[in-house]
């Protein structure tokens, strides 16, 4: 988990810790750390149903989307919206294996994770009245809208 250093408090060393604690006790999922050089094997179902992506629902998605810039992107989104024509045939591609193999590519697993109060009238300096707002890569948006275009298509 990346923690933003931008915001001015004496106790950010907690924050980590607050984040953590705050992910193990609400999910039964694997914290980060804990695949991060590896994808594990798929233990679900298959999506074997799904029909294949193609370059124009991409290049439709990458033209409709805003290019929201994140320190979490390995490209800029706005390289990526100048060229939607080879984006969209590298991203196609990418979500067609990505959904037959039922594996989401662990470098898009990654987000950068802010620290944002959730009132302004709060005390700044206790860690637990801010919530962690997670800035994701602008791929994984994209493969993410794509999965749920092509699983609503497919299943209703």
């Known amino acids: ?38 994808d594990p094997p798929n233990t679900g179902l298959f999506l074997d149903y799904l029909p294949a992506v193609t370059h124009a629902e991409v290049y439709k998605i990458l033209t409709s989307v805003p290019p929201k810039s994140s320190s979490a992107n390995l490209i800029p989104p706005s390289f990526i919206k100048f060229c939607p024509g080879v984006f969209s045939e590298l991203i196609s591609v990418l979500a067609n294996l990505s959904f037959s193999e039922g594996c989401f590519p662990t470098l898009f697993k990654n987000a950068v994770v802010i620290p944002l109060l959730k009132k302004p009238s709060l005390d700044k300096s206790v ?5 962690p707002i997670s800035n994701l890569n602008y791929i994984s ?7 749920s275009y092509t699983y609503s298509v497919a299943c209703f």
């Open 1 to 38: 988990m990346k923690i933003n250093s931008c915001v001015p408090l004496s106790p950010t060393s907690s924050f980590p810790k607050l984040f953590s604690s705050s992910l193990k006790s609400h999910s039964n999922l694997p914290l980060y750390h804990t695949f991060f050089f590896h």
């Open 127 to 131: 860690p637990s009245i801010y919530r």
């Open 141 to 147: 948006k994209i493969l993410e809208r794509l999965f």
